[in-house]
């Protein structure tokens, strides 16, 4: 008998809890299908940037070699206005990856005036940095090994 109450209880606990997940999602979602709709933005979008990476990349383990292509385009056309640990003209960039996805960070390298004018994280770094980022003149390949080193120097 005890241990049928136990088992109902457990039971109950495990439903409980699924539910109180399901409905967090539900409202998170619906909370992002809104502030989606009111930026004029589509959900991949809001998740993923704006401009021309407009679906998810294959993105597999961290590839040095790309990393130091991307180290050395960083030299050259970024670090005028970005460190890795301070902020500077523009944030600090070492741990971009936890706070953005690949597709975002690409997007806000290859397009990053209508990210600022468009995306809402955009718009908030814009109003703190009171700075606009411009276009490097970066191709896609670039890009993508800008964002490999990005990934190996927030791996550390
Ligand atoms: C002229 C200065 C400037 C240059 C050059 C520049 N940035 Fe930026 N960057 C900024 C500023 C300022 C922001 C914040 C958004 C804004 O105000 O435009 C930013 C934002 C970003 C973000 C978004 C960070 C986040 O938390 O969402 C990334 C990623 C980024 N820059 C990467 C780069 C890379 C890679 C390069 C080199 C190709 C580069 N930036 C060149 C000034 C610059």
Known sequence: MHKYI?????????????NNNDSETN????????????FGLTLFELENGVGPIKSKLQIGEINNSLAEQGRKLFDEKCAQCHKLDERYTGPALRGVTERRTPEY???MILNPEEMTKRHPE???????????????????ENARALLEFLRMESSH
Do not use: G
């Open 6 to 18: 136990i088992y109902i209880v457990f039971t109950l606990i495990a439903l409980t809890s699924c």
């Open 105 to 107: 960070i690409m997007n």
């Open 122 to 140: 955009a718009k908030k770094l814009l109003a703190i940095h009171a700075n606009q980022m411009t276009f490097q003149n970066v191709t896609q």
């Open 27 to 38: 409202s998170n979602s619906s909370a992002n299908e809104k502030l989606a709709e009111k």
